[in-house]
């Protein structure tokens, strides 16, 4: 008598749940740019989403509570000669934002508590370097006011954004740079490029580590650096499947693991919880969010479930674990842009029959506090984030970070 013997994983029924319409976001412009982003940046405070803008580029930032049907003449961030083709909140201050765009300019917004109450054009900073159009803008995990930007130039620029001067600046790309990510503690550096190759640099002197083919497909590949040192990529073989794979920063030409998932030929956007270890992939132009759990154990990725939904996203965006609720036991909330205009949201959670704070799923996540100055970093200080417990009060509903 033969028996398959199911693995044990308290994510094995991880439940995606859309709120009510009127509980999210309407009448939305969504950008029409075909750059390949994401489009949404969220944080415990803001929403924010690119949005189509005449006379220039513009991206819109909705506190959590102004859900509903946004009025078409909604205040914007606004100071762009060209369209907003990223943007991101930095991870220290929920009040700061980044875009990059066409006009070849990196700029730093500060919003106010509460949102915009008129259209803002004066940003914080201006970053000018790139020759041609910004597409990426990353901030670092553990520096305060530390900013990755990433143009058709195929220049990668960090900057300390405190004094608006560059830190490091490597030219070493010969194409367009697709994907730049941070490791753990911001000591390390994933890029993917035109190319067809991911990199792994030294992020203070800008020197190559390691480099590899990625996927051998042309379009657009993604990678991502996990909590424990691992490296997840998507891409697309030489038939056009999309792919995914798990690599060794230190053996990139031998993946651990390379799966072909589907023909669509929407890029994929892998989306990570380190508390979790979960990816959730998502795909410009699915109407599905696959999660997968990555564990030491083969086969490593793990697939889990499939989120279903009757219409294509535009672009998405998550949640950061502050901005969760751990009194209904969710583990991430995303925020699909859809065609029509609506930001829609989608909360994922564990099913628990205790009401009472559930310390396996909620370990100490990324607080709001940096771990090291910009000064440190580049001087060649490593600091591991900062983190914060999730744990509340059950007469509140605020976090204890």
Not at 7 to 20: A, C, I, N
Not at 214 to 237: P, Q, S, V, W
Request: overall charge negative.
């Amino acid at each position: 008598m033969s028996f398959r013997v199911v693995r044990s994983s308290k994510f094995r029924h991880v439940y995606g749940q859309p709120l009510k319409r009127e509980q999210c976001y309407d009448n939305i412009r969504v950008s029409k740019s075909s750059w390949d982003s994401t489009f949404c940046a969220v944080n415990p405070k803001f929403l924010a989403i690119i949005v189509e803008s005449a006379g220039g580029g513009a991206f819109i930032v909705l506190p959590h509570n102004k859900v509903g049907r946004i009025a078409a003449d909604h205040p914007l961030v606004g100071g762009h000669k060209g369209p907003v083709l990223d943007i991101a909140w930095c991870p220290h201050n929920d009040n700061v934002i980044a875009s990059g765009s066409e006009d070849c300019v990196v700029k730093v917004w500060q919003i106010p508590d509460g949102g915009l109450s008129r259209t803002l054009t004066d940003p914080v900073v201006d970053l000018v370097f790139h020759q041609r159009r910004v597409g990426l803008v990353v901030w670092h995990p553990t520096a305060l006011n530390v900013l990755l930007t990433a143009g058709s130039d195929n220049q990668v620029v960090i900057w300390n954004v405190g004094t608006g001067e560059i830190l490091v600046h490597i030219d070493s790309h010969p194409d367009i740079v697709y994907s730049a990510c941070f490791n753990w503690d911001g000591s390390k550096l994933v890029t993917t490029c035109k190319d067809k190759k991911i990199r792994v640099y030294d992020p203070r002197s800008g020197e190559i580590d390691s480099e590899a083919l990625c996927h051998e497909g042309t379009k657009a590949t993604r990678a991502i650096f996990l909590r424990h040192g691992l490296i997840f990529t998507t891409g697309f073989n030489r038939s056009s499947e999309r792919q995914y794979s798990l690599r060794a920063p230190d053996a990139l030409s031998e993946p651990i693991v390379m799966v072909e998932l589907d023909t669509s030929n929407g890029v994929m956007f892998p989306l990570y919880d380190p508390d979790t270890n979960l990816v959730f992939l998502c795909g410009k132009g699915d109407s599905v969010i696959r999660y997968f759990e990555i564990t030491p154990e083969p086969p490593f990725v793990h697939y889990i479930n499939t989120f279903q939904t009757s219409d294509p996203q535009r672009g998405i965006g998550i949640m950061p674990k502050r901005g969760c609720d751990v009194t209904t036991c969710e583990i991430a909330k995303f925020y699909r842009l859809n065609n029509s205009g609506l930001c829609q949201v989608i909360s994922m959670t564990v099913p628990r029959k205790s009401d009472l704070f559930q310390e396996d799923l909620y370990p100490d996540t990324l607080s709001d506090e940096a771990g090291q100055t910009a000064e440190d970093w580049i001087g060649g200080q490593d600091a591991e984030p900062i983190l914060c417990s999730l744990k509340v009060s059950t007469q509140f509903s605020f976090l204890a970070c």
